[in-house]
């Protein structure tokens, strides 16, 4: 067996303590990579002080969100879909292509929100 046939180790991430392979910063949050591969993509997301981004987001894939601290509030698009807040437990499973927004809830809680990403990856043509 060489090493290209070796199999992975498992490996654990302190999501609430910021362990990631990678992070990248925005102006509306912070963004850790757990796992992307084998057509999945795991991140999470941490929201403090930061604006909140004046655009809606949305994904060609449903999108599973985890909150694992703190409280996320999500604003919907579409006049229909009620805003919700999320608390530590609550799954939110995203339709694909619902366009929406989340921010740290209340505004100026003591505790940043962090919550959990779980999306298939889009395919490049």
């Excluded at 102006?27 to 084998?38: D, I, M, W, Y």
């Excluded at 655009?55 to 999108?63: G, L, R, Y």
């Excluded at 209340?106 to 962090?114: H, I, L």
Aim: aromatic residues 8%; negative net charge.
């Amino acid at each position: 067996m060489n090493s290209a046939d070796k199999p992975a180790n498992p490996r654990i991430f302190h999501v609430n303590r910021q362990d990631a392979v990678e992070i990248r910063a925005s102006p509306f949050g912070s963004v850790g990579t757990l796992f992307s591969g084998e057509g999945i993509e795991a991140v999470w997301v941490r929201k403090e002080n930061e604006a909140i981004d004046p655009d809606w987001f949305s994904q060609p894939m449903v999108d599973l969100l985890l909150v694992t601290q703190g409280k996320l509030k999500v604003e919907f698009e579409r006049s229909d879909l009620a805003p919700c807040v999320l608390e530590p437990g609550d799954l939110l499973v995203l339709p694909v292509n619902t366009r929406c927004r989340a921010y740290r809830w209340p505004r100026d809680a003591a505790e940043a929100t962090v919550f959990l990403a779980v999306y298939p990856l889009t395919k490049s043509v």
